[in-house]
């Protein structure tokens, strides 16, 4: 159903090849990497990431890594599936992590050191002859990334002798600096180490496909990281702030039936689900933040990690609103999208199918077209962004044949609203 094209501009992008219904599985798949933020690495399985207490019997199930002494496993299995995969908690990460002078790196940073410790072994393995973890490298080779950022020619003169001394220059030479250390120090072959580029590489692949996944809310509101996952198809769907696809994961989804034994990691694939019909020839967008951000956020995250600027239907609507039109949207976007809803098909603004009807359509004449219709932003934002306090999750239709008739489910917190409690919503806020 889905196939890769050059999008002009953008590098490549995922187009459905046949109509795709609200609610339908557009892409299943397994992680390349997954690795535990440091902060939070004693609160979750560094091999699957599940929340240790989601577990029925979390006192008795844990499984801290008895070599390092930094990480922890949900099961014996889990441990076991770590120490046999080069991409996980193996033996030579395990040794390359405990061997690594972290005194005075941050969380961010010492998650770092946990993707690039991977990335050394994989290419480590690689090099022995092992073709799973070449394919690995490769894979994570493929990923797009922005190139790197130039220098300001001012930094360089205040720097003399030193090149470039931004600060992203300065953390990818430390944390290189002490990565080869422990290389040194645990007797690394030659095949695993990296260049300061390779590393800096590395990096910018990993900040611009890397999947935050959350843990759950916290009593106080508060929703910590617990990890980072790299998808090889997934970072191919590109961003719109008026997405069509939403992310599902089920990191501490219970295990399987008692019966069969859980698959290590089988809790790890990653979804994503068709917010609504989405018609044949139709380029796949996922957003890559919340939906209801406001548009100079979301300009400043695009360019800032991601390296390109929004210029989707929304972000050129909201660039031509005056202060006066973002405040009289908050009041009346419950008028605009009854409005609208008129105009809608009843799952989605119109907007979607009109431009990609049009002739020669596409992504390039799509890039051509004005902006959304301020009345279809509103119904869309009122429609996918889940209701719950503080949640900022996308509701999307649950797949179809799923039994559940025409219901919503939140991708953050699991709410879930039918269609009908929708319109009955919309009709009462009027
Ligand atoms: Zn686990
Ligand atoms: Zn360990
Ligand atoms: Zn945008
Ligand atoms: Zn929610």
Request: proline letters at 7%; hydrophobic letters at 40%; glycine letters at 10%.
């Amino acid at each position: 159903m889905l196939e890769v094209r050059e999008v002009p501009g953008k590098g490549r992008g995922v187009f459905a090849t046949r109509t795709i219904t609200g609610g339908e599985v557009v892409l299943r798949e397994p992680p390349l990497l997954l690795y535990p933020q440091q902060s939070t690495a004693a609160a979750f399985c560094s091999f699957c990431l599940r929340a240790f207490n989601s577990l029925e019997d979390s006192a008795a199930a844990v499984v801290p890594c008895g070599t390092c002494g930094r990480v922890g496993f949900c099961s014996s299995a889990c441990a076991a599936a770590a120490a046999a995969d080069v991409g996980s908690h193996c033996a030579a990460v395990c040794g390359l992590l405990a061997a690594c002078n972290t005194a005075g790196l941050s969380d961010e940073q010492q998650t770092a050191l946990q993707f690039l410790a991977r990335c050394c072994a994989l290419r480590q393995a690689a090099a022995a002859g092992d073709a799973a973890a070449a394919a690995r490298c490769a894979a994570i080779a493929g990923l797009a990334a922005p190139p790197p950022l130039v220098p300001h020619p001012a930094e360089q003169q205040s720097a003399p002798g030193t090149g470039s001394n931004s600060s992203t220059d300065v953390v990818v030479r430390e944390l290189h600096g002490r990565l080869s250390h422990a290389l040194a120090a645990i007797g690394a072959g030659p095949a695993a180490a990296l260049s300061p580029a390779e590393a800096a590489e590395l990096l910018r692949k990993e900040a611009t496909n890397g999947y935050g996944v959350m843990a759950p809310s916290a009593p106080d509101g508060e929703r910590r990281i617990r990890g980072t996952a790299l998808y090889a198809q997934a970072s191919l769907i590109n961003h719109e702030c008026l997405p069509n696809v939403a992310r599902f994961d089920r990191f501490d989804a219970s295990s399987a039936p008692a019966s069969s034994a859980p698959h290590p990691g089988a809790n790890t694939a990653v979804e994503f689900r068709a917010l609504h019909d989405i018609p044949a020839g139709e380029e796949l967008t996922q957003s890559y933040f919340p939906l209801p951000w406001p548009l100079a956020d979301r300009q400043q995250r695009c360019q800032e990690d991601y390296g390109f600027q929004c210029t989707c239907p929304r972000c050129k609507e909201e660039a031509t609103w005056s202060d006066s039109e973002w405040e009289a949207d908050g009041d009346a976007g419950m008028e605009d999208a009854l409005a609208a809803e008129g105009a809608a098909d009843g799952a989605a603004c119109g907007h979607h199918s009109h431009q990609h009807d049009a002739p020669g359509g596409g992504p390039a004449a799509a890039e051509q077209e004005g902006g959304a219709d301020p009345a279809c932003i509103s119904l869309f934002l009122l429609k996918y962004v889940c209701p719950a306090e503080g949640c900022y999750g996308t509701l999307a239709p649950l797949p179809p044949g799923a039994g559940a008739g025409d219901q919503y489910e939140c991708n953050m917190c699991g709410r879930r609203r039918s269609e009908a409690e929708f319109m009955a919503e919309l009709e009462a806020a009027q």
